[in-house]
């Protein structure tokens, strides 16, 4: 019994310690991924905003859809910008900055007199909310251990849910002013979170994979040492992040020479124009599971619920907002608990059983919301029913799979010398085909039928299903660097010629 109690006190002193970490981690991982609660609260309540702006402004239903379509495309100036800032300025930085941007878009919102004014507000909130969709999952999967990574991975999608179900309650609070005041104050108010994101974001440390870029490694170490199981874990990280930096092993100052940067041609060069056969593999992977998270319809759903709820012959305007506060919190709920399934049951088998979910509901969606349409004069009691739940099960399946899922994979596949461009193009993807489908839905429904469009989204769901069963590997449990030799980006950088490459996060790689 004596022999055992040195091994009983380590336990017991180890056991606390790894406890603390991940607490630890937990925290930064949630104050990084409020940034992604900009644009969920954006997305849900212009839902509601656009009834009350649409009437108030006079304007058509072709600039309502681009009004509420049009802040993912200016995204994309955020997304572009937010890798070069990023690996300037470094990941936390970069999460302030995008809370400032999208604060000054709120108030630019609130405070617009006439449509053109309304959308330059959309477009300064539009580039912040491009930073925060590119950073948050980044800065999360660099600084999370492998063992519960895809558990804080999921966050971003958690609070862009919460974020809708904010801005959906938002709605049904302000609905009762006077018709131009409500919306200027649901939109306005959307300046508060950023606040509270920017302050809370300087309390995080940097991301260590950034600081090992910089030369920092003693920096790098301690916040290793707070955010991993083990002290052999924060080792191992360090050690592996220092190899695909190209940092020899033995170097272990604190303070080294950073890596040579370039402009970022190598890096642009490497995975668009002269892609090996891994890299072309791995940004197929991001870019595809981008493209079909919301190519399936979930931003149409999301956004225009009303309009659908009002098909189904709900027509009074507080319950039509009362009824997508239910579909926010169904989404909200379902992704708390995707969180905990992430890193238990695997990526791969959330993806298949998620997808497949959706393409029964947008099925039955269709089949009600066409036998509505066929029934103009009466009301289908059973078609309306129908018509609700299979809403609410659609975004339910959605969120406990495709949802959080696209943003943990993506952090996770990408290699170091590619993660920050790479999220970059992956994020543009996103945010391009959620704003081709959100711009186009009335004008769809109109020439196909409300019922046809959700058979169509209900087909590209079907495609989804096929390309991630033939295409995405399971990738829990592996640490950010064995995903090189899971794809085979590894083996493309070793064999690389003219020798060691010297990289920066989101710049080419210099040869030396």
């Not at 477009?123 to 969709?133: E, H, R």
């Not at 994101?197 to 309390?203: E, I, P, Q, R, T």
């Not at 393409?359 to 039955?364: E, G, H, P, Q, R």
Request: glycine residues 10%; aromatic residues 10%.
């Amino acid at each position: 019994m004596g022999d055992q109690k040195p091994e009983a006190n380590i336990m017991a002193t180890v056991a606390p310690a790894k406890s603390r970490n991940k607490m630890f981690a937990f925290a930064c991982a949630t104050l990084a991924s409020m940034a992604s609660i900009l644009l969920g609260y954006d997305i849900g309540v212009m839902s509601g905003a656009a009834i009350f702006i649409k009437d108030d402004l006079k304007i058509s239903d072709v600039q309502v859809e681009i009004l509420l379509g049009i802040l993912n495309l200016y995204s994309l100036v955020g997304s572009y910008a937010a890798g070069f800032t990023s690996d300037w300025i470094g990941r936390r930085y970069t999460i302030v900055f995008a809370a400032g941007i999208f604060f000054v878009g709120a108030l630019l919102m609130g405070f617009a007199t006439n449509y053109a004014f309304l959308m330059a507000g959309r477009f300064v909130a539009g580039i912040g909310v491009g930073y925060a969709l590119m950073i948050a999952p980044v800065y999360t999967a660099e600084i999370a251990p492998a063992s519960f990574r895809g558990f804080l991975t999921s966050f971003p999608e958690v609070f862009i849910n919460s974020g809708i179900l904010l801005g959906y309650v938002s709605n049904y609070g302000f609905a009762h002013l006077r018709q131009s005041l409500g919306w200027r104050f649901m939109l306005g108010v959307g300046a508060i979170p950023s606040v509270f994101l920017a302050v809370g974001v300087l309390a995080m440390p940097e991301s260590p994979r950034w600081l090992v870029m910089q030369g920092r490694l003693g920096e790098a170490k301690r916040v290793l040492d707070k955010t991993s199981d083990t002290p052999e874990e924060a080792q191992l990280r360090l050690a592996d992040i220092k190899a695909a930096a190209g940092i020899p092993e033995g170097c272990n100052d604190d303070v080294v020479p950073a890596p040579k940067k370039s402009h970022g041609e190598g890096v642009w060069k490497e995975m668009l124009i002269r892609p090996t056969p891994g890299v072309r593999r791995v940004l197929l992977t991001a870019i595809g599971i981008n493209f079909f998270q919301q190519a399936s319809g979930i931003d149409s759903v999301v956004l225009y619920s009303p309009r659908v709820f009002e098909k189904t012959g709900i027509h009074d305007k507080n319950k039509l907002l009362g009824t997508t506060v239910a579909v926010g919190f169904t989404k909200t709920l379902f992704i708390l608990v995707a969180t905990f399934l992430v890193d238990r049951i695997g990526r791969r088998p959330l993806l298949l059983s998620s997808t497949c979910g959706m393409i029964l509901s947008l099925a039955a969606l269709g089949l009600g919301l066409t036998q509505i349409d066929h029934h103009p004069d009466g009301q289908l009691r059973w078609a309306i029913g129908l018509c609700i739940a299979s809403i609410l099960a659609y975004v339910a399946f959605f969120s406990i799979g495709l949802g959080p899922v696209t943003w943990v994979y993506c952090s996770e596949i990408l290699p170091l010398r590619l993660r920050a461009q790479g999220a970059s193009i992956a994020v543009a993807v996103n945010r391009v085909t959620s704003g081709v489908i959100t711009m186009t839905f009335i004008s769809l429904y109109k020439a196909i039928t409300i019922g046809g469009s959700f058979f169509l989204y209900g087909g590209i769901a079907l495609a989804a299903w096929v390309f991630f069963f033939t295409c995405l590997p399971e990738t829990r449990g592996r640490t950010l660097e064995d995903m090189e030799e899971l794809f085979g980006t590894k083996k493309d950088s070793e064999e690389a010629p003219n020798g060691v490459q010297m990289v920066n996060a989101s710049e080419g790689p210099e040869k030396i």
